[in-house]
C-alpha cells in the first residue's frame, strides 16, 4: 500500500516586506534515515498536473495554510520554490519565526508513486506525488508521531482529534479543487497513519520486501483502513 511520506529540505531566504520564502522543499541525492533517496526528475510530472494546487502549509496541517506558491520548479540540488506569505497576522509570525531562525526547514507531504531498490538497499524514489510544502520546525516524520503516542485511549484521541479537523474543514463548505487536493491528502496522511499503527512495520520495512509485490493482505488492510475512516466520517458528520 501507498503511504505518505515527509522529507525534509530547508529555507534559503526570507522578505518579510514583501512575503516571500525562498527555499527546498526536498533534496536530490541524499540518503535520509530511512534510506531513501529522491532522484531528480521526481517532482516532474506532478508539478505540471498538480504544481498549482500545492499549497504551502504550517507543520503539514491543512487547516493552517501559510502562501501559495509562486514558483515550483526543479534544480540541480533539489525541489524549489518560491511562496507568497499574506500579511495576516499568522502569516507576519511566521516570517519573523523563521527571519529569527525558529522555523527554519521546510519539509514535503509526498506520496512515492514510483520506486526501486539499489545494490546498497537503499530505496530510490523516482516518481511522487506532491501535495504540500511545510514550514516546520523540524522536518520529522509525522509517521513517527503516533508511534510516540502511548496507549489506545491517547491514540483513539489523536486520530479523532484529526478527523474533528477534517471535517470541520469539510463543514465550511464551497471546496474548491484546491482545497479538494488538500482534503485527499489530509485522508492518505490518516490512511498511512492507521496502517502504520494497524500493521507495526515501517515504510521502510514492508518497501524492502515487497518493493515490486502488490500482496492480498495489503489489499485488505487498504480496504478495511478505507472503511474504517469512511464511517467515522460518516459518524461524525450526523
Sequence with gaps: ?????????????????????????????NVDSDKDIIEKGAYSRTIKNNG?????????????????????????????????????????EILELMEYKVIDENSVGIMPIEKEIDDKGNRVITEVKLYEISAVTLAAN????????????????????????????????????DLGYLVEYELEVLKSLIARDHSHQSDQELSRGNAHIETKKDEDDSNSIINYMFNNLKSKSK
Design 52 to 92: 498549482s494546487r500545492v499549497k504551502y502549509l504550517y507543520q503539514h496541517d491543512i487547516t493552517k495554510p501559510i502562501g501559495k506558491m509562486r514558483e515550483l520548479y526543479e534544480d540541480d540540488k533539489g525541489l524549489a520554490f518560491v511562496a507568497e506569505v499574506p500579511k495576516t497576522t499568522f502569516g507576519k
Design 142 to 177: 509525522e509517521e513517527a508521531k503516533i508511534l510516540e503516542v502511548k496507549g489506545e485511549s491517547a491514540k483513539i484521541d489523536y486520530y479523532t482529534k484529526r478527523f474533528d479537523n477534517l471535517i470541520k474543514f469539510i463543514r465550511k463548505g464551497n471546496i474548491t479543487d
Design 1 to 29: 500500500m501507498k503511504k505518505i511520506l515527509f522529507k525534509g529540505g530547508v529555507i534559503d531566504d526570507i522578505d518579510q516586506k514583501l512575503g516571500v520564502v525562498k527555499g527546498y522543499g526536498s533534496i536530490f541525492g
